[in-house]
């Protein structure tokens, strides 16, 4: 009887479980192999949240030698825009996170386990619910929504949990003859899971962070199959996760609610379970209390926010992994140029609770990341933001680069490397002064230290002309800012200064300072010997001029 009835509401579905198991094996893979998929919604807007599921799929089957899949969850046509995919995959990319299988464009995909979009999988899905008609453990429901609304005002009043269950469960009753002459008359319908739970029954489940939490099992007859043919979140992910064969579900806290629900879909579906890891849910700081970040409220939420912002993808993916395992910044600390392969992410570390995201620790590490960057990358990279971002910085980069390069290059190496930079944006702050166009633009403000009269300053950068010579090496170079200063009554060694203080009218530091400022208006540059070699004499001269 309900094999008619299965026959009836699929009459074009002709195969079955088994040829679905037979087309998508058991992947052969190492043993330990870990088959991870990110599986989102076409959105057109990848989450940081979503990016911090992405990287951990992506880790953990790096370190096990498994696969990582792209699954396009597109069963909810009201949520999607028409370049959907193309964002994410765009979106992923920048970030260094690629697919093994899956969707590679809005047309096409890789891999033997698709189709790997849910709206082209409508068959398969069908074909499991199908079977659990034939197997009584589904049926169709022909409620409409204000039946559904009544339902629920009444679960209201009587204060009992709202859902479709139990007594609640109307088609549920229905006789398969009755369903058949709905089915027959063009009755509208669902296709809803007949749960065989019960309330006083509880299940045990382990979470890979979370451990172990025990549930009521679940009584509610959910639905599978909506009225448009296509299934819900929860059904195609029991199907597509068997039949993909995902060995670690990773997914945000937010499904955890939905697990005993499907662990049943597994047990009736006679899947095995894959493992769960359910992510952390990132929260930000407001007003000295904690609170989900919001799509709405919060710029950071949108993982693009960091490229358009200039931070480079490796410093967003290293504060993703200190957020994600606590261990990862002594590592890091410890092997800054090291590839993030070497550093294995141990499932269990992850911390369960509401992941902070620090805007200001962010700034940090980013700092420190670009600290290992060499200068061509440093300059590459910010020019291809700047083209976006700042175009009069991206010209000024383009015509002066080997300039800008040797720029970028002064302290980059060595034990005191330069942490100035924490995002692209902070170029233009780094290197516009130094470039002609810029400073003489408008009057430049100085920022004089300890000497501030004018007639010195004159004085002091008139005889530093005088014996000044782009071939001098360092030392060389400083001795001779050594004797400007001695001869102005300023020691030669700081300490001296300060063994004396009544004998001198300050150190070699002050003259130095007024010659950094000559040249630059400020009073923090990068070493200002390399400044000189690279701006050279004549430049020199004429930025000595304007000081005026
Ligand atoms: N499409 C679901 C979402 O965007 C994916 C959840 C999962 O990874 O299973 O929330």
């Avoid at 069963?75 to 994410?88: H, Q």
Wanted: glycine share 6%.
């Amino acid at each position: 009887m309900s094999k008619e009835l299965a026959d009836l509401i699929f009459p074009n579905i002709t195969k079955t479980p088994e040829d679905y198991e037979k087309m998508y094996p058991k992947r052969d893979l190492l043993e330990g192999a870990m088959v991870t998929r990110f599986a989102p919604s076409p959105t057109g807007f990848i989450h940081i949240g979503s990016l911090f599921g992405a990287n951990l799929d992506r880790r953990l089957a790096d370190q096990t030698n498994g696969v990582c899949y792209l699954r396009i969850e597109d069963t909810d046509g009201k949520r999607e825009i028409d370049d959907g995919i193309n964002v994410i995959i765009n979106g992923l990319k920048v970030f260094g996170i690629e697919f093994d299988e899956g969707a590679i464009n809005e047309t096409e995909e890789k891999g033997n386990y698709g189709p790997y979009i849910q709206s082209k999988r409508k068959d398969i899905y069908q074909c499991y619910a199908k079977s659990l008609i034939e197997r009584g453990l589904a049926y169709p429901c022909f409620c409409s929504q204000e039946e559904l609304d009544a339902i629920r005002e009444r679960q209201e009043k009587m204060k009992v949990v709202p859902g479709y269950y139990g007594e609640f469960a109307v088609c549920r009753k229905l006789s398969e003859q009755q369903m058949m002459e709905r089915v027959k008359n063009g009755e509208p319908y669902v296709i809803r899971l007949k749960s065989p739970g019960s309330m006083s029954r509880k299940i045990k489940f382990k979470d890979m962070i979370r451990g172990n939490i025990e549930f009521p099992e679940n009584v509610q007859d959910i639905v599978l199959i909506k009225s448009d043919g296509l299934p819900t979140y929860h059904f195609a992910h029991a199907v597509d996760d068997h039949l993909m064969r995902t060995t670690h579900v990773i997914r945000g806290e937010e499904w955890v609610s939905s697990i005993p629900l499907h662990v049943q879909l597994f047990q009736v579906l006679g899947f095995e379970m894959p493992q769960y890891i359910h992510t952390p849910t990132i929260m930000k700081e407001d007003e000295g209390s904690k609170r989900k970040i919001s799509k709405r409220k919060d710029p950071e939420a949108a993982a693009s926010y960091y490229k358009d912002n200039g931070i480079p993808k490796e410093a967003v993916i290293d504060y993703l992994m200190n957020i994600l395992n606590s261990n990862f910044e002594n590592w890091r600390k410890q092997n800054p140029h090291a590839p993030l392969s070497e550093f294995k992410v141990d499932p269990h570390k992850i911390s369960s609770s509401g992941a902070l995201l620090d805007l200001v620790k962010l700034s940090d590490v980013s700092k420190n990341t670009i600290a290992t960057f060499t200068a061509e990358k440093i300059y590459n990279e910010g020019l291809e933001w700047a083209k976006e971002f700042d175009t009069e910085l991206a010209e000024l980069m383009e015509k002066h680069k080997d300039f800008t390069i040797n720029i970028l290059n002064i302290e980059r190496t060595g034990t005191k490397v330069r942490k100035d930079i924490a995002k692209w944006s902070d170029l233009r702050e780094n290197l516009a002064y130094l470039y002609d166009e810029v400073f003489y633009e408008k009057p430049v403000e100085y920022e004089w230290q300890s000497i501030t009269d004018k007639e010195t300053i004159h004085q002091i950068l008139e005889e530093y002309l005088k014996v000044y010579d782009e071939n001098d090496d360092k030392d060389t170079w400083f001795n001779k800012m050594k004797d400007v200063a001695e001869k102005f009554g300023y020691a030669r060694e700081v300490k001296e200064y300060k063994a004396n203080p009544e004998s001198y009218k300050g150190h070699v530091g002050d003259i130095s300072t007024v010659i950094r400022v000559a040249l630059t208006g400020r009073r923090n540059t990068p070493d200002l010997y390399e400044i000189l070699k690279n701006l050279g004499k004549e430049r020199i001269e004429k930025r000595f001029v304007v000081v005026g």
